[in-house]
């Protein structure tokens, strides 16, 4: 009986460094190639026409993907996000953003069949340097998550916390008014669904890219 309980013990935390193991991959070769186009649009962006960004308006769409950490990344898996932005310029140092994004998330938790996390958050870009075509830029916003938990038996249950996230991207303009946008970012919010201690203290890290299109 001990050599059973022990031979399961040790599946699960084979099966549980495996996954960590896979997810260290996964998540090291992305970094690469992340790096890579940078520096391939760092190259391109230099040469050509030069973008105002002052006092513009703008729309994006974006979409990549979703690493949980912490109690979220105990209890969830990586996912994907997506979601689209509304962005104002008050010069070309400064930029206003406003953004809704949603993703869902399986579980591994006996009563939840999955989780998905609505972001609602307004903040600011602080661009590190605004000539050429390729502006690099530092990024915080705070606003409400909210969570919705898909019981495998009864009934479901929602809940709204106040959260933030800080991070970094860039912008690289193939025309005067369209480039492409990518975002790293650290989310944090607390209690995701007061029924689950289990999800107390969340957060999670995305990677997005898409077009932004300024007027």
Known sequence: MKKSVEYISDRKRSKYGSRVGNKQTWEGNLMKKLVLVVIVLACYTSLGFAVDIGERFGINGNGGPLAPLGDLGKQTD?????????????????????????????????DLEDLSILELTGGLRLFVFAEG?????????????????????????EASNFGGNFGLGFMAFFTKNVSLDVQGRFHYFPEALSTFSDLDNNAYVTLTGGISYLF
């Not at 509304?86 to 998330?105: I, R």
């Not at 530092?138 to 479901?156: I, P, Q």
Request: zero cysteines; glycine letters at 12%.
């Open 133 to 157: 075509r390729f502006f690099p830029y530092l990024s915080g916003a705070l606003g409400v998550y909210k969570t919705s938990g898909e019981r495998k038996l009864g009934e479901d249950e």
């Open 78 to 110: 990586t996912s994907s996000i997506f979601g689209g932005k509304v962005l104002f310029s008050l010069n070309k140092f400064v930029m206003l953003e406003g953004n809704v994004s949603y993703s869902k998330l399986s579980t591994e938790s006996s």
